[in-house]
């Protein structure tokens, strides 16, 4: 099998610009910066509480759950990793996702072994339409939509959803990393069908809104009888004391982590003028990231923008795979990082 190819990693004292991985360009709130300095040795003595108990009554504060809704991971892609081990096996219980979308999906359906079903997204000028009834006659045990997706940065609409939600039998998962920058109120549009199917779990992180990608910490809501399911499948103590911890001060500190969505919010609609200025087809986004078509359409100008800006230390992301191969996904990040990788993008054209 091919195993995913994470974005590349320079050390942090490179001076590089990373913007390849989707990260937050602001680091955590100062009070989990606070909570750190005040882990103690007990904590780290004992294992941890292996439902992550505290962290989950944050959550389920947070949005009017019940906390028993509420399951930690070790980041999302553990979430992911368990559903898959669960629910999906060869020949008979596949996975579904459309088209393009999260790489990893592909490479855990390829760890279980378990037969995919990949269909492709409808392109409607820079519209991404869902293939809803494509994806309901796969009869899938998992079906994937990552919303806002990846690369693509659309958000899948409310209705489709539903329409997933219900005619699926197997298990509809949300995939919504980037949930926090789709605008006011987003995250708790999909809770709706959480409580209303037994089949459906929302997944979220704190790798992207909250600035914690390096603490591994995301969450997943669905209905009880679904969440046996999965910590049976689970490490016992998959999620660390201290990423507990921090992150029950990154769930309760919601102003500091929309006040940094906001800036985000308002950088990205500047780098994606900027780019159009310079000629690029820059596709709607609801995320951190643009999804971008350099001026000239072809893989080579593409490459050799990755490329030249990797040459001057600003790492992007270059997918070579059919479909992405003419474009490049640059995440957002603080405005003077995006003008000093516009200026270097113009004179590289
Ligand atoms: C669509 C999507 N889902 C999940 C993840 C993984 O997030 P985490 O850091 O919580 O594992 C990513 C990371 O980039 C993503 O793009």
């Known amino acids: 099998m091919e195993g995913y190819a994470p974005g590349e990693w320079p050390a942090l004292d490179s001076g590089v610009l990373k913007l390849n991985s989707n990260e937050n360009p602001y680091p955590p709130s100062p009070k989990v910066l606070a909570a750190l300095s005040e882990i103690s040795g007990e904590l780290l003595r004992r294992y941890p509480n292996p439902r992550g108990q505290s962290f989950c009554q944050v959550v389920s504060d947070l949005f009017g759950i019940p906390a028993d809704w509420v399951i930690a991971g070790n980041g999302s892609d553990d979430l992911l990793t368990l559903l898959v081990r669960a629910c999906a096996d060869p020949n008979r219980r596949s996975l579904a996702y459309p088209m393009p979308t999260y790489v990893l999906y592909r490479t855990l359906a390829a760890m279980q072994p378990a037969d995919i079903v990949e269909v492709e997204y409808e392109q409607n000028g820079t519209d991404w339409v869902l293939p809803v009834e494509k994806l309901l006659a796969t009869n899938a045990a ?83 009888g679904l969440l046996t399911g999965l910590l049976k499948v689970k490490d016992s103590y998959n999620v660390d004391a201290i ?81 992405l191969d003419k474009k490049l996904r640059i995440t957002v990040g603080t405005s003077a990082q995006n003008t000093r990788m516009v200026t270097e993008i113009a004179k590289l054209l």
């Open 142 to 224: 998992v079906t994937l939509i990552a919303t806002p997706n990846s690369p693509t940065g659309h958000r899948v609409s409310r209705l489709d959803l539903r329409q997933l939600a219900e005619g699926l039998s197997g298990v509809l998962v949300i995939d919504e990393a980037y949930v926090d920058f789709a605008g006011v109120d987003a995250d708790k549009a999909s809770l709706e069908l959480v409580r209303a199917f037994d089949n459906v779990i929302v997944l979220r992180t704190l790798s992207k809104g909250y600035g914690l990608a390096g603490l591994r910490l995301g969450f997943g809501i669905a209905q009880p």
């Open 243 to 323: 990423a507990l911890k921090l992150g029950e001060a990154a769930i309760a500190d919601q102003p500091y982590k929309n006040a940094c969505v906001k800036k985000i919010i308002a950088a990205r609609e500047q780098l994606s003028t900027d780019l159009q200025g310079l000629g690029f087809k820059v596709w709607p986004s609801q995320t951190n990231f643009l999804l971008v078509q350099p001026p000239q359409e072809n893989k080579e100008t593409a490459k050799s923008l990755y490329q030249g800006l990797r040459d001057v230390g600003i790492m992007i992301r270059y997918f070579a795979q059919p479909g």
